[in-house]
């Protein structure tokens, strides 16, 4: 039994959220004196830097010789020598050199910048240091600088980060749009982290009109007027044409779109059919009735099934396009498709990793076509435990494409099954599969395995291409059927190539950190779940608390709090486990025409069936790229979201509806609004008018004086105030009159 537990102890909360803009990234140590807050000024930069340049020991006239260069007066530089020496951030010796201070400390590493103007210093020690925001002027996301630590007088804030020297590695390229300031037309930075004025030749920007969005290359900075020089790349369209978001979005985040016409000689000689001197060796399965089961949209079809019910049990065929046979390693589709190692899928625009005449073409199973395969055959018993798996080539016939939606009416109307008219034998394959998924999905719930179901929702578009609504999808069983024959499918290829000892890429998924587990059960507890993961989990650990807190008011917040509990998984050749599958040995292989990782799986099941030599590559390196390249492609589809999110939020401003609170931070509520199918922020100051303190553990905000509180859960009044379609934030107001005003207690 669930329930609600209201919690009255104060938290205090001290807020260097990232959206205030300061990080909340806690150090430990004593409380540092104002005095230990020392920041230098030009001519002081220009006295460490030079002194850091000459590894630490420089002559106090190399000094002089350098500042004086620059126009800097002599009592002034011996001014500042002085008050260096005072801090004890340099040493003069007796013969006049100068050497690094108990005071100085310095560190190499490279600069992460954020959207809203500070950044971070990453390098080799375990806490970044922060960057404030006039430090970033001139920094690029990426710049390898060497950093001045500067002790922070808070105890729980991290050092503070003031660059001396740096070295430009950071992207070189912003997107612009050209505004307009009295009449005057301007440049400025779209959706990026560079916060310093960017500054366009007058006759580049005579050439543009309000609201043009436009590549810019990134030339010289002028530190005394802190702008930036660049030059027109490409004019990449307007705020308002149908797809702008996705332009911008393949520059922010560096992703391969469009390919170049490079591939073109290659892709000539790629056939548009099987021909039989293809077909000869492979197993023959064009009589089986395989079927492919997608989405309606699809049109790269990976995958195509069968199964058959036998005395002792089931027989599965997983069916996947041979794309090994066409693309060999290292050839010029390869090396692209390398580069890329994921097709990118925006709404309404897909980039896909091999070109259209395989994707879509040649290696797509296709119904009514012959196409080449890599297919395992999978025997179960009737409680679903594997037998036997056998790997080979083959060819098959695909007797129907089918999406979701359609199998699910099939079975479940026997009316519609008729009318359909399916092939023969693809009834009884459909009827088979639910049947072996049913016994699937028990097993999967025994082995503890975790599943979320998390919100689906899909962008709806007009004419114009336009997003005008976001609608909530339904999720089918028939979706279930497909993941669990493709889970099977790539357990086995997992397990097949570790027993054959053959190198490829595994699917790691680690065990969560320590320190999550113990933030998911103060969570737990603070609403009154009376739950306790181990240090050590396992799966069904977090089974339980999802099924615990299935009828919980705040079960969407609870599904996410479990998400950010669980770690990333990646690609490595090293034999590892994936925790939240509950498989000791698992890959992907399933999909080798949308991802590269499952094409090296695809190569090295071919070695061993061929008995060949292994393909030479590093798999470490490999696998690094693939992990990275993947998270890449997640943030720039996550940011297209939000830009969409927030152009559907901005034709509901001023509107009245009722959201709930699916989740809390510092700053105040995220609610969903149910009826828009979108989320949006509601600040505390909007709570009321008075001081609203966060309750322990985070799940609450409750009125000082008043007691009111807002729960993880609730349902809340709220008005759509404003969208910024650039940062994708949609923030709300509180249904009420008058202004709300947040009192802080001094």
Not at 52 to 66: C, W
Not at 346 to 374: A, H, I, W, Y
Not at 423 to 437: C, F, N, Y
């Amino acid at each position: 039994m669930v329930r609600k537990r209201r919690v009255t102890k104060k938290s205090v909360i001290r807020s260097h959220s990232k959206q205030n803009g300061a990080p909340n990234r806690r150090v430990s140590g004593r409380r540092k004196s104002r005095q230990d807050e020392f920041f230098p000024d030009q001519v002081q930069k220009k006295i460490l830097s030079c002194l850091i340049e000459s590894n630490g020991e420089v002559s106090v006239s190399k000094i002089y010789d350098l500042c004086l260069s620059v126009g800097i007066k002599k009592s002034l530089i011996k001014e500042k020598i002085k008050e260096l020496e005072r801090l004890r951030v340099l040493i003069i010796t007796s013969d006049a050199i100068v050497t690094k201070g108990a005071s100085l400390c310095v560190a190499s590493g490279k600069v992460e910048l954020h959207r809203d103007g500070f950044g971070f210093f990453i390098h080799d020690e375990p806490d970044d240091w922060y960057i404030r925001p006039q430090d970033t002027r001139g920094l690029l996301n990426g710049d390898e600088i060497v950093a001045l630590r500067v002790l922070n007088s808070s105890p729980d804030r991290a050092p503070f980060a003031f660059p001396l020297l740096q070295n430009r590695q950071g992207s070189r390229r912003v997107i612009l749009v050209v505004d307009n300031v009295r009449g005057v037309l301007t440049s400025r930075v779209l959706a990026g982290e560079l916060k310093s004025e960017v500054v366009l030749p007058a006759a580049t920007l005579s050439s543009l009109v309000f609201d043009d969005v436009i590549l810019a290359e990134l030339g010289q900075f002028d530190e005394s007027l802190e702008i930036w020089h660049a030059e027109l790349v490409e004019h990449l369209g307007t705020m308002n044409d149908p797809g702008i978001e996705v332009a911008v979005a393949l520059h922010k985040f560096n992703v391969a779109g469009v390919r170049s016409d490079s591939l073109d000689s290659e892709v000539a000689l790629i056939p548009n059919s099987v021909d039989a001197a293809d077909i000869l060796g492979r197993i023959d399965l064009r009589e089986l009735p395989f079927v492919t089961i997608d989405g309606p949209d699809a049109k790269d079809f990976d995958d195509a099934v069968h199964v058959r019910v036998v005395d002792d049990g089931f027989i599965l065929h997983v069916a996947i396009a041979d794309v090994s046979h066409y693309v060999k390693d290292n050839s010029l589709i390869d090396r692209d498709a390398r580069k890329r190692t994921t097709s990118v899928y925006f709404p309404k625009v897909v980039f896909p990793m091999l070109p259209e005449e395989l994707s879509s073409g040649t290696c797509s199973l296709k119904p009514n076509q012959d196409r080449l395969v890599v297919a395992v055959e999978i025997r179960f018993d009737a409680s679903a435990e594997v037998i036997e798996t056998n790997f080979f080539s083959g060819v098959i016939h695909s007797h129907k494409r089918l999406t979701y939606k359609e199998v699910d009416r099939i079975l479940d109307d026997s009316q519609f099954a008729s009318d359909t008219g399916l092939p023969s034998g693809v009834l009884d394959s459909l009827v088979a599969l639910e049947a072996l998924t049913k016994v699937l999905l028990k097993n999967r719930v025994s082995r503890g395995a975790l599943e979320i179901n998390a919100r689906e929702s899909a962008f709806v578009f007009d004419d114009a291409g336009m997003v005008s609504a976001i609608s909530p999808q339904q999720r089918y069983f028939s979706s279930r059927m497909i993941e669990e024959s493709m889970l099977c499918a790539n357990v086995a290829a997992a397990e097949f190539l570790k027993a054959s000892k053959q190198p490829f890429l595994y699917r790691g998924h680690p065990e969560p950190e320590a320190a999550k587990i113990l933030k998911l059960t103060d969570l737990l507890n603070s609403i009154g779940v009376d739950l306790k993961i181990p240090v050590r989990p396992k799966p069904s650990d977090f089974s339980m608390v999802l099924d615990e807190c299935f009828n919980h008011e705040a079960v969407d917040a609870l599904q996410t709090a479990v998400l950010r509990t669980m770690s990333q998984a990646r690609y490595t050749p090293i034999p590892t486990s994936h925790f939240g599958l509950a498989y000791e040995s698992y890959c992907h292989f399933t999909s080798p025409i949308r991802r590269y990782p499952d094409l090296i799986v695809h190569r090295a099941i071919k070695n061993v069936l061929l008995n060949a030599q292994e393909t030479k590559s590093d798999l470490h390196e490999l696998g690094e790229h693939c992990s990275d390249t993947e998270r890449k492609v997640e943030e720039a589809v996550r940011w297209v979201h939000g830009w969409l999110n927030a152009s559907v939020a901005r034709q509901h401003i001023g509107e009245e509806h009722i959201g709930r609170i699916v989740s809390i931070a510092s700053f105040g509520c995220f609610i969903f609004i149910e009826s828009l199918c979108l989320e949006g922020l509601l600040h505390v100051s909007e709570l009321g008018h008075e001081f609203f303190y966060l309750e322990e553990g985070g799940v609450a905000f409750k009125g000082e004086n008043s007691g009111k509180t807002y729960f993880l859960g609730d349902s809340v009044s709220i008005t759509i105030r404003d969208a910024d379609i650039e940062t994708g934030r949609v923030t709300l107001k509180r249904k009420t009159s008058g202004h709300n005003k947040r009192y802080v207690k001094q």
